[in-house]
């Protein structure tokens, strides 16, 4: 699925607390978009580093993404990273809100550019 088909160009975002989550104690859903499934190749870069990580974008919405990680732990990351999506080749700047052990929610802190990730 194309991003052009789901989701508007981020107007801008507010940064939440790592490890929030998106379910309060009570079970109530506090995401303010809603996602779609997407299970498209990504990668993930860390700004400074040259290696990317492979990952798959689980699902998306206008104010971030569900991401699982190929070969790294999502708790080693730093709190900003850049997600690419490779089929649209585009990416968009990240803050970290919550990690599991293979997983993590991003949330989107800039706006869709040109990706200049190569895989």
């Given amino acids: 699925m194309s991003l052009a088909n789901w989701m508007p160009q981020p107007k801008g975002c507010i940064i939440m607390v790592r490890n929030a989550g998106d379910i309060v104690p009570d079970g109530t859903e506090r995401r303010r978009a809603k996602r779609t499934?997407?299970?498209?190749?990504?990668?993930?870069?860390?700004?400074?580093?040259?290696?990317n990580m492979r990952c798959i974008i689980i699902d998306a919405s206008a104010t971030g993404a569900r991401v699982r990680l190929s070969h790294e732990h999502p708790a080693q990351l730093p709190d900003y990273v850049v997600i690419g999506f490779e089929a649209d080749r585009v990416e968009i700047d990240a803050a970290i809100v919550w990690t599991s052990r293979?997983?993590?929610?991003?949330?989107?802190?800039?706006?869709?550019?040109k990706s200049l990730m190569a895989s």
């Fill in 102 to 113: 293979e997983e993590m929610g991003v949330q989107f802190v800039s706006a869709f550019r």
């Fill in 37 to 51: 499934e997407l299970r498209t190749s990504g990668l993930v870069r860390v700004p400074g580093y040259r290696r």
